[in-house]
């Protein structure tokens, strides 16, 4: 990771206050119950998820209303709609950089809580290939998406190094990441949006491109993320 994205979120951001504990978002609750059954809460509990997972912050949380301070009855559409309709029209963007199988993406950090190190999936038997499994996140259930199996991308680069946190109304998703590589910041009009014809596989969750030099950095979509989770 750079100095430059280390320092950044060192000096402009601070990590959240924990949620009360027990308690679960709509979103959440979904997710949960779709892989785990209505008795959700006692599988955790047997699993050791009870308890917050020890992780190591690699940058500490962005700004936003983090989902720890979210009301657990919030409507979705009244925490953060729209976030990625407005990045379109952004004058300039903030991105955090990352690589999965050989290949530079990148996700808007607005859309970021933290960038944490990596730590052991729980497995979720009945879960599609793509949702490695969950882990607590101080309180937070957390889904941790397999990158490299989500966008079919298969590289040398080993085990997932980094997890990435996004946020998007009331539930967090981590982003398993070979590397983090740097903090984009660009003017709008150097994004060419609505490239669905251009990307190929996995189209739906590439929301543009970004020319860096030479070549081009994938944004996703992380509302499409999101979407692929609560839906699989």
């Not at 809580?113 to 309180?139: D, F, S, W």
């Not at 903090?183 to 990307?199: K, L, N, S, T, Y």
């Not at 860096?212 to 994938?218: C, E, H, M, T």
Request: with cysteine; charged share 25%; net charge negative.
């Amino acid at each position: 990771m750079t100095t430059a994205l280390e320092h950044y979120f060192e000096e402009r951001v601070k990590l959240p206050d924990v949620g009360p504990e027990g308690a679960f978002t709509p979103s959440e609750r979904a997710f949960l119950e779709r892989y785990m059954g209505a008795d959700f809460e006692a599988a955790l509990a047997r699993e050791g998820l009870s308890r917050p997972a020890a992780v190591e912050a690699v940058a500490a949380p962005l700004g936003g209303t983090p989902v720890d301070a979210l009301p657990v009855d919030a409507a979705p559409a009244e925490v953060d709609d729209g976030i990625e309709a407005g990045l379109r029209q952004a004058r300039e963007l903030k991105l955090v950089g990352f690589r999965v199988g050989g290949q530079e993406l990148a996700v808007p950090i607005a859309q970021v809580q933290e960038v944490i190190r990596a730590v052991p999936a729980t497995k979720l038997p009945t879960a599609p290939t793509h949702v490695l499994g969950i882990m607590n996140l101080r309180g937070r259930v957390v889904p941790l998406l397999a990158m490299d199996s989500l966008l079919d991308l298969a590289g040398e680069e080993g085990e997932p190094r980094f997890i990435i946190v996004c946020r998007r109304h009331d539930m967090l998703l981590g982003l398993m990441v070979n590397a983090i590589t740097t903090m984009h910041q660009a003017q709008g009009d150097a994004v060419e949006w609505a490239v669905e014809a251009r990307v190929g596989v996995s189209s739906e969750l590439i929301a543009g491109l970004l020319k860096v030099r030479d070549s081009l950095v994938k944004i996703l979509s992380v509302d499409s993320l999101f979407q692929k989770v609560l839906k699989s």
